[in-house]
């Protein structure tokens, strides 16, 4: 399996105990589904890695893993901080009007009071308040959408399309950015970026 075939579960984060089990931590909203994992694959030498799952079971907010072949302590050690991934066709299934951020990756946005296609979606940054869609515009014109709880979104897998409610103007910020500078200014006027 390669990364583009599964989702990242989350991360070991230390060894347990002296014979070889681990804390697993599952940056996911809901575990439950994924604590009947079988294999979990790790990143060794630039590969994923298969470990079959001999017990895993909850400790607070964290999962204690017991892998085959992992047996000492330093061998749990040379796991730790390590990502832990899944193949796609283990991702719990979710509820409509949601979307997996890793899945929406090249699939356009569409204004829905306009009906049409505006940009192409690179993909989610989710830091701050709420997540935004990083966009291609086209024409290098490139753009964030932001996606607070009260914008409402459709999603069209069918059609690999996100409808939004955009707010007033915001495509036409990014799309008439260039235009909107004074091409009237000194020289280091002219050489500032436009954040």
Same mark, same amino acid.
């Given at each position: 399996?390669?990364?583009?075939?599964?989702?990242?579960?989350?991360?070991?984060?230390?060894?347990?105990?002296?014979?070889?089990?681990?804390?697993?931590?599952?940056?996911?909203?809901?575990? %439950?589904?994924?604590?009947?994992?079988?294999?979990?694959?790790?990143?060794?030498?630039?590969?994923?890695?298969?470990?079959?799952?001999?017990?895993?079971?909850?400790?607070?907010?964290?999962?204690?893993?017991?892998?085959?072949?992992?047996?000492?302590?330093?061998?749990?050690?040379?796991?730790?901080?390590?990502?832990?991934?899944?193949?796609?066709?283990?991702?719990?299934?979710?509820?409509?009007?949601?979307?997996?951020?890793?899945?929406?990756?090249?699939?356009?946005?569409?204004?829905?009071?306009?009906?049409?296609?505006?940009?192409?979606?690179?993909?989610?940054?989710?830091?701050?308040?709420?997540?935004?869609?990083?966009?291609?515009?086209?024409?290098?014109?490139?753009?964030?959408?932001?996606?607070?709880?009260?914008?409402?979104?459709?999603?069209?897998?069918?059609?690999? %399309?996100?409808?939004?409610?955009?707010?007033?103007?915001?495509?036409?910020?990014?799309?008439?950015?260039?235009?909107?500078?004074?091409?009237?200014?000194?020289?280091?006027?002219?050489?500032?970026?436009?954040?």
């Amino acid at each position: 399996m390669t990364q583009d075939q599964g989702f990242l579960l989350g991360k070991i984060t230390k060894p347990f105990s002296f014979k070889g089990e681990v804390v697993l931590w599952m940056d996911v909203d809901d575990a %439950t589904p994924y604590e009947g994992a079988s294999t979990l694959w790790v990143p060794q030498q630039g590969i994923l890695v298969p470990y079959a799952v001999e017990g895993l079971r909850r400790n607070k907010d964290r999962y204690v893993v017991r892998l085959a072949d992992v047996t000492t302590e330093d061998q749990a050690k040379g796991l730790a901080g390590k990502d832990v991934w899944l193949p796609l066709t283990e991702m719990a299934p979710i509820a409509d009007g949601k979307f997996y951020f890793h899945e929406v990756q090249g699939w356009t946005a569409k204004d829905r009071a306009t009906g049409q296609e505006v940009a192409t979606i690179v993909h989610v940054v989710d830091q701050g308040a709420y997540p935004m869609l990083e966009v291609d515009f086209g024409d290098d014109n490139t753009g964030y959408i932001p996606l607070p709880d009260h914008v409402q979104v459709d999603v069209d897998r069918a059609n690999q %399309t996100l409808v939004i409610d955009l707010p007033e103007g915001l495509v036409e910020v990014y799309l008439n950015a260039d235009e909107d500078h004074d091409d009237g200014g000194d020289e280091a006027g002219d050489d500032e970026a436009w954040d």
